[in-house]
């Protein structure tokens, strides 16, 4: 028993090798299917890796649901302070906070970069803003109550709820999910269709050894298995490729983003794809390419019978 | 081992194959299987290795009725046959050792089986020693040889040959049949399909003459050896 469950091992470890052999005997055709299916892999993968990093640019506001109380241009600034007064004292208030025209001026010239345009001009085009926190226990009616209240006050130009910004933000993330899942499937299919093509070729190819095979008694799983170990490694070698091709691309924009982060004050870093995607990746690329070839090998093999002459 | 009764075979195209054969082989017998070209002989050969399936009759071939025989069981039914053909069939991309060795790879024997195997089949063939050599390399009688000694590495009880000496200068024609001959001596059952008329009546066995089913069916000269009708 032992003793056959090792020529089993062995036939499998042959028919891998016996793959690979066929792989490398004909380089340019196996590379060129190789960096096709790398690409349909990679194209998910740096979608996944942009979705992962917009949401660890944004994160850090989706707990922050406040609102913005922008005040009438040329609202006195003592006025102002006396509308924060007021403000947190309401019911639903947690806590509310002034930014003077001219705080918010200081960090606009400092984050911005147009200090030098700025100083053009003659007066401060920026409003009082006061900045209010919610209780956590408010409900989306008091706090609608509390907008509404705000807004009627005679010094008040408009109230910003910021749950507006963080609803179109779950939205463009359900987006970039959905695109995500849909760039997933299609580019699956196209893995799929370019590797089941190939062994198609391949099983045309090897017709007469197939025949012959068959012949002295070969089951169709004997004759399909080199086939799945060659759909497999494709999959394997075109993952590999395109979790290179991704993060060299992330590589050569780490730069340009860091640059962009800074000019927006921001220490922001890309996230590389993590192990997880890389064994994601590659086993998905394998299971792919297994498949391809399954589909195609259980088509085409079923059609080649051996003939006597 | 093989009883073909009222076999019919019509092909997809309309070709009448056979029509009406009976015939039976016993085990161990060896049988030469003659007849003009077109007359069957190579469909007998099909049916009997389930190449082909027959559209009307029975065919028993070790036991198995192979009108019905499950595609599954297709395989394990071949490996005990072994076939032998006049183009020898051989992988001329793989070394002789590799050619002879298939019939036990997709059985999933043991390696140092395979190796003992191969090694005696070659001794067998008298060709021992050429185990890395390609095909190519070889005599067309060497191929042929090379072709025998794949289909008996796995010890089938039957071979089934056609034409297995065409290719073949008369010197090396002979030989090949003796080397038949000496396997049918341990039991192994052989029908082999032929137009060598000469070499059928030289060894004095059995002789099975197809007619072309045009004037009705394809017969068979059963029994005790007849004179080819020529």
């Known amino acids: 028993?032992?003793?056959?469950?090792?020529?089993?091992?062995?036939?499998?470890?042959?028919?891998?090798?016996?793959?690979?052999?066929?792989?490398?005997?004909?380089?340019?055709?196996?590379?060129?299917?190789?960096?096709?299916?790398?690409?349909?892999?990679?194209?998910?993968?740096?979608?996944?890796?942009?979705?992962?990093?917009?949401?660890?640019?944004?994160?850090?506001?989706?707990?922050?649901?406040?609102?913005?109380?922008?005040?009438?241009?040329?609202?006195?600034?003592?006025?102002?302070?006396?509308?924060?007064?007021?403000?947190?004292?309401?019911?639903?208030?947690?806590?509310?906070?002034?930014?003077?025209?001219?705080?918010?001026?200081?960090?606009?010239?400092?984050?911005?970069?147009?200090?030098?345009?700025?100083?053009?001009?003659?007066?401060?085009?920026?409003?009082?803003?006061?900045?209010?926190?919610?209780?956590?226990?408010?409900s989306p009616d008091e706090i609608e109550s509390l907008r509404r209240y705000l807004q009627a006050w005679p010094e008040v130009d408009t109230v910003q709820l910021d749950s507006d910004w963080v609803r179109r933000y779950t939205a463009i993330m359900g987006l970039l999910h959905t695109l995500l899942v849909v760039a997933i499937v299609l580019l699956g299919a196209g893995v799929i269709a370019v590797v089941g093509n190939t062994i198609r070729l391949e099983i045309l190819n090897r017709r007469a050894e197939i025949e012959v095979t068959k012949l002295v008694g070969g089951t169709n799983a004997f004759v399909r298995r080199p086939f799945l170990y060659t759909g497999a490694l494709y999959g394997v070698v075109a993952g590999l490729l395109g979790w290179a091709v991704v993060t060299g691309t992330l590589m050569l924009l780490a730069r340009p983003v860091a640059r962009l982060a800074a000019a927006y004050g921001s220490r922001f870093e890309l996230a590389d794809p993590a192990l997880r995607e890389f064994a994601l990746v590659v086993a998905g690329g394998a299971l792919l390419g297994w498949l391809g070839a399954w589909l195609a090998a259980s088509r085409e093999l079923a059609r080649i019978e051996p003939t006597a002459s | 081992m093989i009883r073909f009764e009222q076999v019919g075979k019509r092909y997809r195209n309309g070709h009448t194959a056979l029509s009406g054969l009976s015939l039976e082989v016993a085990a161990g017998e060896m049988v030469f299987l003659t007849g003009r070209s077109g007359a069957g002989k190579s469909t007998v050969l099909k049916l009997i290795a389930l190449l082909e399936r027959p559209t009307r009759g029975t065919v028993v071939v070790n036991g198995a009725h192979?009108?019905?025989?499950?595609?599954?069981?297709?395989?394990?039914?071949?490996?005990?046959?072994?076939?032998?053909?006049?183009?020898?069939?051989?992988?001329?991309?793989?070394?002789?050792?590799?050619?002879?060795?298939?019939?036990?790879?997709?059985?999933?024997?043991?390696?140092?089986?395979?190796?003992?195997?191969?090694?005696?089949?070659?001794?067998?063939?008298?060709?021992?020693?050429?185990?890395?050599?390609?095909?190519?390399?070889?005599?067309?009688?060497?191929?042929?040889?090379?072709?025998?000694?794949?289909?008996?590495?796995?010890?089938?009880?039957?071979?089934?040959?056609?034409?297995?000496?065409?290719?073949?200068?008369?010197?090396?024609?002979?030989?090949?049949?003796?080397?038949?001959?000496?396997?049918?001596?341990v039991g192994v059952t052989l029908v082999i399909a032929t137009h060598d008329l000469q070499l059928v009546q030289d060894s004095g066995l059995r002789e099975i003459v197809l007619e072309a089913p045009a004037d009705g069916a394809a017969k068979p000269a059963d029994g005790a050896r007849r004179e080819p009708t020529l």
């Not at chain 1, 028919?15 to 790398?38: C, E, F, N, W």
């Not at chain 1, 345009?117 to 085009?125: H, S």
């Not at chain 2, 034409?163 to 003796?178: F, H, I, K, S, V």
């Open chain 1, 1 to 138: 028993m032992s003793g056959s469950l090792t020529a089993w091992g062995a036939r499998h470890a042959q028919a891998l090798l016996s793959s690979a052999g066929h792989l490398s005997r004909k380089p340019v055709a196996t590379a060129l299917t190789v960096i096709v299916m790398a690409l349909a892999l990679a194209l998910p993968l740096a979608l996944g890796v942009l979705v992962q990093n917009v949401q660890a640019v944004t994160g850090n506001f989706s707990d922050a649901i406040g609102l913005s109380v922008y005040l009438k241009p040329g609202t006195a600034e003592q006025r102002a302070r006396q509308l924060v007064q007021v403000a947190a004292s309401q019911r639903s208030v947690d806590h509310a906070e002034l930014i003077t025209s001219a705080d918010a001026l200081k960090e606009f010239r400092s984050d911005s970069g147009f200090g030098a345009a700025l100083d053009a001009l003659e007066d401060n085009p920026l409003p009082h803003l006061i900045v209010l926190r919610p209780k956590g226990d408010a």
């Open chain 2, 66 to 185: 192979t009108a019905t025989l499950a595609a599954s069981r297709i395989p394990a039914f071949r490996r005990q046959i072994g076939v032998v053909f006049q183009d020898h069939r051989l992988l001329m991309d793989r070394p002789v050792f590799d050619n002879v060795a298939l019939p036990l790879v997709v059985t999933d024997t043991g390696l140092k089986e395979i190796d003992k195997r191969v090694r005696a089949s070659l001794d067998q063939v008298g060709l021992l020693g050429r185990e890395r050599v390609l095909p190519s390399e070889l005599s067309v009688g060497e191929q042929q040889r090379v072709g025998i000694a794949r289909a008996l590495v796995s010890k089938p009880p039957l071979v089934i040959a056609d034409e297995p000496t065409g290719n073949l200068d008369p010197g090396l024609a002979r030989e090949t049949l003796e080397l038949f001959q000496r396997f049918n001596k």
